[in-house]
């Protein structure tokens, strides 16, 4: 059983915690509750709460109202090395990572009376302030697994209290170090300014042994921080004057050599300080032939390509799936007896912002556009008669059913066969036909298809439809089943209480995205993405950018080339549905010619070895095991769009099916690449970076400073660049 977000603040009421309702993605609670703190919300009141707000996500008073404390550090990656370089480690308690991007972290701690308050950006001993806030009394933190306004969930780290009875007995007091510099930047020494913690009054009053393993401990978090080596040495220099009495300034020089030597991320200008380079896997896929697809589809993508000065992988990927909005649906492809395969399909193609994804968008779906605006106007007359025929006839009954009850009695079934004959004639009012969206909850696509022949499209240039897969609206639970279903042509039985029912035998989806890399970062990790194979249905292009490269003489689409286009869509999209003589939909099969037949089996067989352990899909085999499906998909669009009259008078021919296995094979090398993007960390990406730029300027020498100004819109900090070094 799914616990719901209620569940989990009943839980956290049993456990302690003075639950709070905050509004989502914030900090603000929907009640008061400062004057209250000897009485905790019980389980009443807190339902009442969600059910008054059932969007509420779960907060919780800080301090002495639930008995903690919470050290809230934003940017972990950055501001925890800093805290703990110039305070003390950090322990090992139960801790929240927030879903900030940035990795924030929230650290816990028992509240023990030691009289903190809540402060926000303390100055360190060098006057920086850390990014790091305390919430005691009178503070709020968020709970597990409220949303975060990124959209990611607030999650326990590897100690979870949901799954101990006792678990305020494993929660850590505040360590002395940490307590007294925030004790010091709350002001409580009788000064308004700051106070900041010395590490010098700390080593001055310890032993020599003692000193040189927290001076060497220092050493290694100064090279975590922003510095420079000379930085680092000017401040343990200064560092071992300030102490008293000073010590040796060699001494303090000797620790920081060996904490930049023998930590990693040193570089010496010894080549044996240097560890084996790791390899690189090849980050760019090849290019698609311009050349390869014929007839007005090739056109079309080629005059947009040219127009927009954009990838032609981009326009291929987003026509593919206007294609597959005029066919789906309406067309199998019948591979052999027993396996046949639909036409919808799913294409990504990633893109960095500024590369005019919209405009490419605007134009390849301008005929969708064009032709619900067309049958909108052709059919408005008859929607609003339908409409007005439909509410006469609801007013009668409600006329008759009030005569119904003051009638006598042999009136009476007279009212009731009037009423009957008009129920069973009511009329039906017809929906404007839709076939394409950009941005629809899971819940409102399964309506769109219930409503317009069990087909829809979703068309964008971005990639917000995978939150929304993810759980943006479903408290964080991935809903996929609707979408997985829509691919395959699976039957769909959603009947829930609260909404219509959703009832589709043969649904069919088209799916063309064009989202930032960024957004396909981490896709594999996300719940059910990966393991229910939602990311093995896309067939993904990553193009190279043409940013940088760009000019002002580019032509505009052709006007004859833009109408070819449209009526070729137009055409597709006109082809009234197959039915059999039981008025039961039958989708036209599409056969293959024998020699296309024969090319495509030799393709699956390839691949078929490529799947095996050691093969060129060993770690993407939930993928390419529906390629040569996915390549007998876009056959039978490209032969929809050369022979648009009548698709399935015709066979798929073997120049058809070349062309399409071409397109699969192109998208086999992009596909490899962006299933490592999907998985792969930050780091990895930002080498290959580092390398491209190695290559592009020839470099045989050269300093970290000078990498990290030719690449500041990578690298915010010189110390970011050690790990892809």
């Known amino acids: ?271 044996s300080s240097w560890e084996s380079p790791v390899p690189l896997k090849e980050d760019r896929a090849p290019d698609l032939d311009p050349n390869l697809l014929t007839g007005i589809v090739g056109d079309m993508a080629r005059a947009v390509s040219r127009e927009t000065e954009t990838p032609f992988e981009l326009a291929v990927g987003l026509l593919l799936s206007v294609l597959g909005t005029a066919c789906q649906g309406k067309f199998v492809v019948k591979i052999k007896p027993g396996y046949k395969e639909p036409v919808n399909i799913w294409t990504v193609t990633a893109l960095d912002p500024a590369n005019r994804k919209s405009s490419v968008l605007i134009k390849i779906t301008d005929p969708l556009s064009q032709w619900e605006t067309q049958k909108h106007v052709e059919l408005e007359p008859w929607i609003k008669e339908s409409a007005s025929r439909l509410q006469n006839q609801e007013a009668r009954i409600k006329f008759l059913r009030t005569q119904y009850g003051k009638a006598n009695q042999d009136d009476l079934k007279d009212i009731e066969s009037e009423i009957m004959d008009i129920e069973k004639d009511l009329v039906q009012v017809p929906a404007y036909p839709k076939i394409w969206a950009q941005d629809v909850t899971t819940e409102h696509l399964g309506t769109l298809m219930n409503a317009h022949g069990e087909v829809m499209s979703i068309i964008s240039a971005e990639g917000g439809i995978f939150d929304i897969i993810g759980g943006r609206y479903s408290n964080g639970v991935a809903n996929l089943d609707l979408f997985l279903q829509g691919h395959s042509g699976d039957p769909v039985r959603v009947d829930r209480g609260s909404r219509e029912p959703v009832f589709l035998n043969s649904p069919a989806l088209t799916l063309g995205l064009s989202p930032q890399p960024e957004v396909l970062r981490g896709l594999a990790d996300k719940p059910g993405f990966r393991g229910k194979g939602l990311l093995a249905r896309f067939l993904y292009f990553l193009p190279k950018s043409n940013l940088g490269h760009r000019g002002l003489d580019s032509d505009p689409v052709p006007e004859n080339i833009k109408i070819s286009y449209q009526n070729l869509i137009h055409k597709l999209l006109s082809i009234p549905p197959n039915e059999d003589e039981f008025g039961k939909r039958q989708p036209y099969i599409l056969n293959f010619s024998r020699e296309a037949y024969q090319e495509w089996a030799a393709f699956y067989m390839v691949v078929e070895k490529d799947l095996r352990e050691g093969g060129r899909f060993e770690y993407i085999t939930d993928w390419a095991g529906k390629l040569p499906g996915a390549a007998a998909r876009i056959a039978g669009l490209l032969h929809c769009a050369q022979e648009p009259d009548q698709p399935w008078a015709k066979e798929i021919s073997i120049d058809t099916m070349e062309k399409a296995l071409e397109l699969a094979s192109v998208f086999a090398s992009h596909a490899l690449i962006a299933f490592d993007l999907m998985g792969a960390d930050r780091s990895l990406d930002q080498a290959r970076k580092v390398w491209r730029w190695i290559e592009r300027d020839k470099f045989e020498l050269f300093t970290k400073r000078d990498c990290f100004n030719a690449l500041q819109g990578t690298f915010q900090k010189v110390a970011n660049i050690e790990e892809p070094l």
Not at 14 to 27: A, D, R, S, T, W
Not at 98 to 122: A, D, M, S
Not at 214 to 228: H, I, T, V
Not at 261 to 266: L, R, S, T, V
Request: with cysteine.
């Open 1 to 271: 059983m799914i616990k719901t977000i209620l569940d989990y603040a009943l839980e956290y009421e049993k456990m302690g915690f003075f639950v709070l309702p905050l509004e989502p993605g914030k900090k603000k609670p929907y009640t008061a509750w400062k004057d209250r703190r000897d009485r905790r919300p019980d389980a009443d009141e807190i339902k009442a709460w969600w059910t008054k707000f059932p969007d509420a996500q779960i907060g919780a008073a800080t301090g002495e109202y639930s008995g903690v404390d919470v050290v809230d550090f934003d940017n972990s990656n950055v501001s925890m090395p800093h805290f703990e370089s110039v305070v003390c480690d950090i322990p090992d308690t139960f801790s929240v990572t927030t879903g900030r991007e940035e990795g924030g972290q929230h650290i816990y701690f028992k509240h023990n009376g030691h009289g903190l308050k809540n402060i926000v950006k303390p100055k360190d001993k060098y006057g920086q302030p850390i990014d790091v806030d305390i919430r005691t009394n009178a503070g709020i933190i968020v709970l597990p697994p409220s949303q975060h306004k990124s959209g990611k969930l607030y999650q326990w780290g590897k100690l979870n209290p949901l799954d101990m009875d006792d678990w305020q007995d494993e929660l850590q007091d505040m360590p002395k170090e940490m307590a007294a510099f925030f004790q010091a930047a709350s002001g409580q020494n009788g000064s308004d300014e700051t106070v900041k913690l010395d590490l010098s009054q700390i080593l001055s009053g310890i032993g020599h042994g003692e000193r040189d393993t927290l001076l060497f401990k220092y050493c290694c978090r100064l090279r975590g921080k922003n510095l420079e080596y000379a930085e680092a040495q000017a401040m343990v220099i200064n560092l071992a004057n300030s102490c008293k009495p000073p010590f040796p300034e060699k001494e303090a020089i000797k620790k920081l050599e060996q904490a930049w030597k023998y930590e990693p991320g040193f570089v010496d200008t010894t080549p």
